[in-house]
């Protein structure tokens, strides 16, 4: 198992050295550099040729494209992050400043998603070929095929903009406002983001719930004249959460990588919303640190999940 566990961690190295190069290639395909975000248009077009060298020079942007990625590669092995092109603040300070507030919508998101789905999961297995059952079923493939920055407009729309409810977005700072000051900002994305993710985790719920019913001690507790809701709920339902929660569990590092859309329709200050700024002014310090976080985070997840099933498994071949 040792011998497993050690291969599969040191499998990620390749494939993060992969993925941060075809990220970095893609985003030095795309048009302009960081010198013509900063500066204005008119500013710029008066610049000698010679002045735009020496600013592109001064970060390091004329050198060739081997060059750059491999002299970044050996910053970030130093344990160098850099600095951010377009502020000047240091990019590890970027991202702590930022990533409290995207794991407060993510969790936020899980929480609300695992019960909601689970609940409902259980309940359409339970109720099984019912309309309640297949009202359920409409409704979770509606909501895998709705996208995220739609459902976004349309809650700012009623519950922001026409009823008044809830702020438009933005967070407040938590060292000044408290949790019940807070809570008003962190709701409608949070709900957003977790009635999207919903549809999953219900139909993977039902699935489970359905599998777990026809187990032969779910048989034998209905033969001992046992009712149907201790049936299910102690007898059913415990057991056919055990899967739906390691799949949750695992969900998070994708849900951090993927809260990008969310943080930037409802302007959370979270990494995604500064990827996406970072992306479009062709920050390359914070878009490689933030792209390298997601895709450790992925890996990382996989990696555990591809350990804990041969740990889980005896049917898995450790060797192989």
């Not at 710029?44 to 592109?56: F, I, K, M």
């Not at 970060?59 to 377009?86: A, C, E, I, N």
Request: with cysteine.
């Amino acid at each position: 198992m040792a011998k497993y566990t050690i291969k599969k961690i040191l499998g990620m190295i390749p494939m993060l050295l992969i993925i941060t190069f075809i990220i970095y290639w893609l985003l030095d395909l795309t048009p302009g550099d960081p010198v013509s975000y900063l500066m204005d248009p008119e500013a710029l077009a008066r610049l000698t040729a010679e002045q735009v060298a020496a600013l592109r020079a001064q970060y390091g942007l004329d050198d060739p494209f081997f060059v750059r990625y491999f002299k970044w590669l050996g910053r970030l092995l130093t344990g160098d992050f850099g600095y951010s092109s377009s502020s000047g603040v240091p990019v590890i300070q970027i991202m702590a400043e930022r990533l409290p507030a995207t794991l407060e919508l993510a969790v936020a998101a899980l929480c609300i998603s695992t019960v909601l789905g689970s609940v409902l999961g259980v309940l359409g297995a339970i109720y099984k070929g019912t309309i309640g059952d297949n009202v359920l079923t409409v409704a979770g493939m509606i909501g895998v095929s709705i996208p995220q920055f739609f459902f976004g407009v349309c809650a700012i729309l009623i519950f922001a903009l026409n009823l008044g409810w809830l702020p438009v977005g933005g967070r407040t700072d938590p060292t000044v406002v408290n949790f019940a000051g807070r809570i008003k900002y962190l709701i409608m994305p949070a709900l957003v983001l977790g009635i999207s993710m919903t549809a999953g985790v219900m139909r993977y719920a039902r699935s489970s719930m359905l599998d777990t019913m026809n187990k032969d001690y779910i048989k034998t507790a209905r033969s001992k004249g046992l009712s149907e809701f201790r049936v299910n709920l102690v007898h059913g339902f415990r057991v056919s959460l055990t899967p739906v929660i390691v799949l949750v569990g695992f969900r998070l590092p994708t849900l951090i990588a993927g809260s990008v859309v969310i943080e930037t329709v409802f302007q959370w200050p979270g990494i995604g919303s500064a990827f996406n700024t970072a992306v479009r002014s062709q920050n390359y310090n914070l878009v490689m640190m933030l792209a390298l976080l997601f895709v450790f985070m992925t890996l990382f997840a996989s990696t555990l999940v591809d350990i804990l099933t041969a740990a889980l498994d005896p049917r898995i071949k450790l060797e192989r």
